[in-house]
């Protein structure tokens, strides 16, 4: 072991660490001290003699009553939930069938499907958008759920594909060969022996994948337009600001209850969440 | 695709074709015996869906690019001049050095910032887990939502942050934070470089969790210091993966759209524009489709450049 005194540790690491969690954090803290923060409360100047600006001394609902009541935030995490999850079982089972056939299958063109997949990973979604929004148009599939739902996969389909590939490789070949040898086809061996296998690695893609499209924001503003159609972060930007008028409590509000989907499945399944996030880069 | 290989079991490995016959099945369980045929019907959901949806749209885009279409008007062949045009427009000209701007800090910041991260973290320490969970709230909290927590802090009239600076005496008069392009720019790299900062962290965590504690101890025998350990023992093991992360992270960064939508519009004054905002300003919000078509296709050079340096770097690593 490198040895070190007490106050290079509290210099070195302590003290940043501290530092660097609390500004991590400190715009969620923010987020929910606004959400139940009294508008009176919440609309003083900066330079008022105010007592308390971190933190409120008559926390408040009523915030969280606008947002349920006056708007259709429930339908808009509905809307997401959906979403996200159809979407991502599509890419889990394309990103399975086409993983499996990269990492085990000889055929030729191969290389170049994979090299294909791959390049689709790194193509963004603002490079598209517009053609795309005509593309929907003539499909017909403008302003209804499918839009997003076909259209996420684009980008999770790679990912998926990539991730499970690499596992897959990790999988030792003899265990399909013992399946095919007492009888079972190559589909069937893929399907009963290898997929039961990689649930680890299916679960990682998946909860990457949600989180993913839970976050997509550009495909959702350009391709919805009726209010009770849009997802939460939509949603929250055109339907939460009339005109310039910021309603910072709504906002908050409904920023804080759009994230908590999604950072309690983070939160269940961290683990599995950052072996995607750092195998999506390693391949 | 390829034909299926005559034969019933695909002839692969030496293995299989000392099977015994194969049970009497039906055809298309047969069929997929073929190495090609299976892999054709395992490719084709992935490749159809990929093809409609990225290979088709990026051809449209193209064609779109070198035509005049607006909403509701079909318009015409007009070559390059949609280029042109974007080219000689002062508000794409400050798009276009934005993007570079912002991406070479955002990304610059977010190596050194997750870098020291992920050697903090790789230590031991109480409550590590529980800390590095929290570390990555702000990538996975999506985007525009913890943006807008942001755009709170930075509000000109109620911002805490110019109440905290103005308390402890460090400013006497407001920082103008969103309401001057220059001051606004920061503001967005600052906020992109909080929120992809994790990603890096994560990664060359795990990368540093790879390399063994016994080269440091080594170091350390033959008299090295923590920074000379660093440079010449750490970052040469970590090279491969941190380039892997700075180009995903450069993709991402020089295509971004929502944390500029969210935190300044573009503004102020249409100064803080980014290539991929200003390509929706004018696509969706005018309705010039194909100037803004012509716009979005400008960040296809650089990407293109980082996929290929990208592919190349992995080729040579399956070849070592």
């Known amino acids: ?283 | 695709m390829k034909p299926p290989i005559a034969g019933g079991a695909g002839g692969a490995t030496g293995l299989e074709v000392a099977l015994p016959h194969p049970p009497p099945a039906r055809r298309i369980t047969r069929a997929l015996e073929s190495e090609g045929l299976l892999a054709a019907m395992l490719l084709t959901p992935a490749v159809v869906l990929l093809g409609l949806f990225i290979a088709y749209p990026f051809v449209m885009g193209l064609w779109l690019s070198v035509t005049s279409v607006t909403v509701g008007n079909v318009g015409e062949f007009v070559g390059l001049r949609n280029f042109v045009k974007a080219w000689d427009d002062s508000i794409f000209q400050t798009a276009f050095q934005n993007t570079f701007y912002y991406t070479f800090w955002a990304t610059l910041f977010k190596l050194v910032v997750g870098m020291w991260v992920a050697l903090l973290l790789n230590r031991h320490f109480k409550f590590k887990r529980l800390v590095r969970a929290s570390m990555l709230l702000p990538f996975i909290i999506p985007t525009v939502l913890s943006t807008f927590a942001w755009r709170w802090m930075f509000d000109p009239t109620f911002s805490v942050l110019n109440w905290s600076l103005y308390t402890m005496g460090f400013i006497v008069t407001k920082l103008p934070f969103l309401s001057d392009g220059t001051y606004a720019m920061w503001c967005a790299i600052v906020v992109n470089t909080w929120r992809g900062m994790p990603f890096f962290a994560i990664t060359l965590l795990a990368g540093l969790q790879t390399i063994s504690p016994e080269l440091h101890e080594a170091a350390s025998l033959d008299g090295a210091n923590a920074w000379r350990r660093f440079w010449h023992v750490t970052w040469p093991l970590l090279k491969p993966v941190t380039l892997v992360v700075v180009v995903f992270s450069i993709i991402q960064t020089f295509s971004d759209f929502q944390l500029i939508y969210v935190l300044t519009g573009g503004g102020p004054a249409n100064s803080t524009h980014l290539l991929a905002t200003y390509a929706y300003q004018l696509g969706v919000g005018a309705g010039l489709l194909s100037e803004g078509a012509a716009i979005s296709l400008f960040m296809f050079p650089v990407l293109f450049a980082v996929v290929w340096i990208q592919l190349r770097y992995l080729r040579r690593m399956e070849g070592a």
């Open chain 1, 1 to 283: 072991m490198v040895v070190e005194r007490r106050w290079k540790r509290w210099v070195y690491f302590y003290l940043p660490m501290t530092f660097l969690v609390v500004i991590t954090l400190f715009p969620f803290y923010w987020m929910f001290i606004t959400a139940i923060r009294p508008d009176a409360e919440l609309y003083k100047s900066w330079r008022a003699a105010q007592n308390a600006p971190f933190w409120t001394l008559q926390p408040t609902l009523a915030h969280v009553q606008d947002l349920l009541e006056k708007t259709m935030f429930l339908r808009w995490l509905w809307n997401t939930f959906l979403i996200a999850i159809v979407s991502t079982m599509i890419s889990l089972v394309c990103g399975l069938f086409a993983g499996y056939a990269l990492a085990r299958l000889r055929f030729r063109g191969a290389g170049m499907i994979g090299t294909g997949i791959f390049v689709t990973y790194l193509v963004p979604q603002t490079l598209l958008f517009i053609p795309l929004a005509d593309v929907i148009r003539n499909f017909h599939l403008g302003n209804t759920p499918w839009a997003l739902i076909l259209t996420y996969p684009t980008f999770l389909i790679p990912f998926c594909t990539w991730l499970l590939m690499g596992y897959f490789k990790t999988i030792p070949k003899e265990l399909e060969e013992c399946a095919r040898i007492d009888g079972a086809t190559r589909f069937g061996a893929m399907v009963r022996i290898i997929f039961p296998i990689a649930v680890p690695g299916i679960l990682s893609a998946g909860i990457f994948a949600f989180t993913l499209s839970w976050n997509e924001f550009i495909y959702a503003l350009v391709f919805l337009s009726s209010p009770e159609r849009k997802t939460v972060p939509v949603g929250v930007v055109s339907e939460l600001i009339r005109g310039d008028i910021y309603f910072w409590g709504q906002l908050m509000a409904g920023a804080l209850l759009g994230s908590v989907p999604v950072a309690l499945v983070y939160s269940f399944f961290v683990e599995y969440y950052v072996t995607g996030l750092t195998g999506s880069v390693k391949g």
